[in-house]
């Protein structure tokens, strides 16, 4: 057989070279295409790189496409779980973010909350094992392990009574550190001093709080305290005091006010809060006496009173109690009790603090990212009567207009036909659209646009509290909604919210686009979308969300509902109301977290 002869090959060996390239090249991406398809790995790439897009803040532009898409209801998929570590993701107390900023006067312990294209555009998932939280009023002693696995306070403060690991369960037996034994006896202790029962005292504020055990206590006795704590070494605290079913927040007294208005609070509490009362000229007492009610009682237990080694820090602030007139009710060990005196402070004087009335274009109730002021809040600085004493006491200031409501026109007719309306609504919610208000299926309720409280008002029989909101660009009502005992803060809504993830039964909302927009202007300065997925990271699994406006913004609102994983229904309004209006009911699913999403 004879052999052919092939002429020599004109390429070089450099040409050669070039296609043995090529070929690798090709025959790897036909072996990545095959392993991305038909095997594990794609997945969990495909997850990856899902991650990658949602988390990154490199592209705000492709944030916007996703946003705009789910608006619209183009993306017909469900928004992306955050990764696994996410599951205690607050955005605005976020330790990494913050611990980079200043520590003069706690200022990194504050809210500072990312831009809006940096918040991730995922749902917070929950931990694994969370399960059902264990209902009130039984989770005022017990809670589940697994729906928040931090052992560092129990491992801690154990030994003091804050709270230890049985079984499945976190228990908490009811002590504090200045209270080891248990809150009962020491609130038994207190009132030797001051009127805790009997309806003077309704609205208390816990500083410092630990888990709350304090504030627990109270409620039997019918006062409603609003618990805080920032988020610090004890880590989850709020958390805990929340999956108990008490009122709390997260929150630092630092370089801002706190959000709320002006003369609100019956009782300020300070059980080993550590605040130091005195420093900056007293900068922290000066605003522990704007929030306090003429007539009112400030109580601190723990350093520095009769403190070893703090003679003078207990010294100097006896003096500035003198200063404004406080009167001395007690001092029984390390526990020192005062009154506000019910009129105007006794300033101006000559004092060691150099302490001086405000002047009179400061607004006391303006309290959202408003800086502290180190001047002395005059009563006459706030129209109405709202000392102890003048205030009905509980129930019967429920019901009845406080003065506050003067404020706003027809301030009277208006507040008493919102009571009137809210006690139809809820009835309506309980009875024809099957919320389960009023059952031990929700303790924690939120109302995101408060106004007058009416919602509140309304479900004051039910086994429940609720954090009244109002919004910091709206007319401020607060302290319309503290005269009538009940609790809440200041917030804007283009903002997270000062909570963990899953703390909330039920939220509800009234002209939640309102929520976004300009006042007086249809232009938004935020979108509904990352309003929803806020209010999704707010809420428990299972958990009920009741949204009322216009049949546009509903059609909008269930679109959205679909993309955060809530079944929701649209319903009418009730009979008796008048506009154009419906109303979504919406309950968030118990889904799972994914070993992809992970």
Same mark, same amino acid.
């Given at each position: 057989?004879?052999?052919?002869?092939?002429?020599?090959?004109?390429?070089?060996?450099?040409?050669?070279?070039?296609?043995?390239? #090529?070929? /690798?090249?090709?025959?790897?991406?036909?072996?990545?295409?095959?392993?991305?398809?038909?095997?594990?790995?794609?997945?969990?790439?495909?997850?990856?790189?899902?991650?990658? &897009?949602?988390?990154?803040?490199?592209?705000?532009?492709?944030?916007?496409?996703?946003?705009?898409?789910? !608006?619209?209801?183009?993306?017909?998929?469900? #928004?992306?779980?955050?990764?696994?570590?996410?599951?205690?993701?607050?955005?605005?107390?976020?330790?990494?973010?913050?611990?980079?900023?200043?520590?003069?006067?706690?200022?990194?312990?504050?809210?500072?909350?990312?831009?809006?294209?940096?918040?991730?555009?995922?749902?917070?998932?929950?931990?694994?094992?969370?399960?059902?939280?264990?209902?009130?009023?039984?989770?005022?002693?017990?809670?589940?392990?697994?729906?928040?696995?931090?052992?560092?306070?129990?491992?801690?403060?154990?030994?003091?009574?804050?709270?230890?690991?049985?079984?499945?369960?976190?228990?908490?037996?009811?002590?504090?550190?200045?209270?080891?034994?248990?809150?009962?006896?020491?609130?038994?202790?207190?009132?030797?001093?001051?009127?805790?029962?009997?309806?003077?005292?309704?609205?208390? &504020?816990?500083?410092?709080?630990?888990? /709350?055990?304090?504030?627990?206590?109270?409620?039997?006795?019918?006062?409603?305290?609003?618990?805080?704590?920032?988020?610090?070494?004890?880590?989850?605290?709020?958390?805990?005091?929340?999956?108990?079913? #008490?009122?709390?927040?997260?929150?630092?007294?630092?370089?801002?006010?706190?959000?709320?208005?002006?003369?609100?609070?019956?009782?300020?509490?300070?059980?080993?809060?550590?605040?130091?009362?005195?420093?900056?000229? /007293?900068?922290?007492?000066?605003?522990?006496?704007?929030? &306090?009610?003429?007539?009112?009682?400030?109580?601190?237990?723990?350093?520095? +009173?009769?403190?070893?080694?703090?003679?003078?820090?207990?010294?100097?602030?006896?003096?500035?109690?003198?200063?404004?007139?406080?009167?001395?009710?007690?001092?029984?060990?390390?526990?020192?009790?005062?009154?506000?005196?019910?009129?105007?402070?006794?300033?101006?004087?000559?004092?060691?603090?150099?302490?001086?009335?405000?002047? !009179?274009?400061?607004?006391?109730?303006?309290?959202?990212?408003?800086?502290?002021?180190?001047?002395?809040?005059?009563?006459?600085?706030?129209?109405?009567?709202? /000392?102890?004493?003048?205030?009905?006491?509980?129930?019967?200031?429920?019901?009845?207009?406080?003065?506050?409501?003067?404020?706003?026109?027809?301030?009277?007719?208006?507040?008493?036909?919102?009571?009137?309306?809210?006690?139809?609504?809820?009835?309506?919610?309980?009875?024809?659209?099957?919320?389960?208000?009023?059952?031990?299926?929700?303790?924690?309720?939120?109302?995101?646009?408060?106004?007058?409280?009416?919602?509140?008002?309304?479900?004051?029989?039910?086994?429940?509290?609720?954090?009244?909101?109002?919004?910091?660009?709206?007319?401020?009502?607060?302290?319309?909604?503290?005269?009538?005992?009940?609790?809440?803060?200041?917030?804007?809504?283009?903002?997270?919210?000062?909570?963990?993830?899953?703390?909330?039964? &039920?939220?509800?909302?009234?002209?939640?686009?309102?929520?976004?927009?300009?006042?007086?202007?249809?232009?938004?300065?935020?979108?509904?979308?990352?309003?929803?997925?806020?209010?999704?990271?707010?809420?428990?699994?299972?958990?009920?969300?009741?949204?009322?406006?216009?049949? !546009? +913004?509903?059609?909008?609102?269930?679109?959205?509902?679909?993309?955060?994983?809530?079944?929701?229904?649209?319903?009418?309004?009730?009979?008796?109301?008048?506009?154009? !209006?419906?109303?979504?009911?919406?309950?968030?699913?118990?889904?799972?977290?994914?070993?992809?999403?992970?």
């Amino acid at each position: 057989m004879g052999h052919l002869n092939l002429p020599a090959s004109k390429r070089n060996p450099r040409q050669w070279k070039l296609l043995d390239i #090529i070929s /690798a090249v090709f025959f790897g991406l036909v072996l990545l295409f095959f392993l991305l398809v038909f095997t594990p790995l794609g997945d969990s790439l495909a997850a990856s790189g899902r991650q990658a &897009l949602l988390l990154s803040t490199s592209d705000p532009r492709q944030r916007h496409r996703l946003v705009a898409l789910v !608006e619209l209801g183009h993306h017909h998929q469900p #928004i992306e779980a955050c990764p696994a570590d996410s599951v205690d993701h607050m955005p605005c107390e976020d330790p990494r973010r913050n611990s980079q900023l200043s520590r003069e006067m706690n200022f990194y312990r504050e809210r500072h909350c990312p831009l809006p294209d940096e918040v991730p555009f995922c749902l917070i998932p929950h931990p694994l094992g969370h399960m059902i939280p264990v209902q009130w009023p039984e989770s005022l002693h017990k809670i589940w392990h697994s729906n928040m696995p931090h052992n560092k306070i129990a491992d801690r403060k154990g030994h003091q009574g804050w709270m230890k690991e049985q079984g499945p369960y976190f228990v908490f037996p009811g002590g504090g550190t200045m209270f080891p034994d248990g809150a009962a006896p020491y609130i038994e202790k207190l009132g030797q001093y001051i009127p805790i029962k009997g309806g003077t005292l309704r609205t208390a &504020l816990d500083m410092g709080c630990g888990v /709350a055990s304090f504030g627990g206590s109270l409620l039997s006795e019918g006062i409603l305290t609003l618990s805080f704590a920032p988020r610090d070494s004890h880590k989850a605290q709020i958390q805990f005091a929340l999956e108990r079913g #008490i009122p709390a927040f997260v929150l630092m007294l630092g370089t801002r006010r706190l959000p709320f208005p002006a003369f609100v609070f019956d009782f300020i509490h300070c059980s080993r809060c550590l605040i130091p009362f005195t420093a900056y000229n /007293a900068t922290y007492f000066i605003e522990v006496d704007r929030l &306090l009610r003429p007539g009112g009682y400030l109580v601190i237990s723990g350093p520095p +009173v009769q403190w070893p080694k703090q003679d003078k820090e207990w010294a100097d602030l006896q003096a500035v109690a003198r200063t404004l007139c406080y009167e001395l009710i007690a001092v029984d060990g390390n526990t020192v009790i005062w009154k506000k005196p019910d009129g105007d402070s006794c300033l101006p004087n000559q004092n060691e603090f150099g302490l001086e009335l405000c002047d !009179e274009s400061n607004d006391p109730s303006n309290a959202w990212y408003f800086k502290l002021k180190r001047c002395v809040t005059s009563t006459a600085s706030v129209n109405g009567e709202y /000392a102890i004493g003048t205030v009905p006491k509980w129930p019967d200031r429920l019901t009845k207009a406080p003065s506050r409501a003067l404020v706003m026109k027809n301030g009277i007719d208006l507040f008493e036909a919102d009571t009137r309306r809210w006690a139809r609504r809820v009835a309506y919610y309980k009875n024809t659209l099957n919320v389960k208000l009023g059952t031990s299926a929700i303790r924690n309720v939120m109302d995101m646009n408060a106004f007058l409280g009416g919602f509140a008002a309304a479900l004051a029989s039910d086994p429940v509290w609720v954090m009244n909101v109002v919004p910091a660009r709206k007319p401020l009502t607060l302290g319309v909604i503290y005269d009538r005992g009940l609790i809440g803060v200041y917030h804007d809504w283009c903002e997270p919210f000062s909570t963990y993830p899953r703390t909330y039964d &039920l939220v509800h909302v009234t002209g939640i686009e309102s929520l976004i927009k300009i006042p007086g202007s249809s232009k938004s300065r935020c979108n509904l979308v990352d309003l929803m997925v806020e209010i999704d990271r707010m809420l428990r699994p299972e958990g009920t969300v009741v949204i009322r406006d216009s049949p !546009e +913004v509903i059609d909008k609102v269930a679109r959205i509902a679909h993309a955060v994983r809530w079944t929701a229904t649209i319903n009418d309004k009730e009979p008796e109301s008048h506009g154009r !209006e419906n109303i979504l009911v919406a309950t968030k699913t118990f889904w799972q977290l994914t070993s992809a999403s992970g």
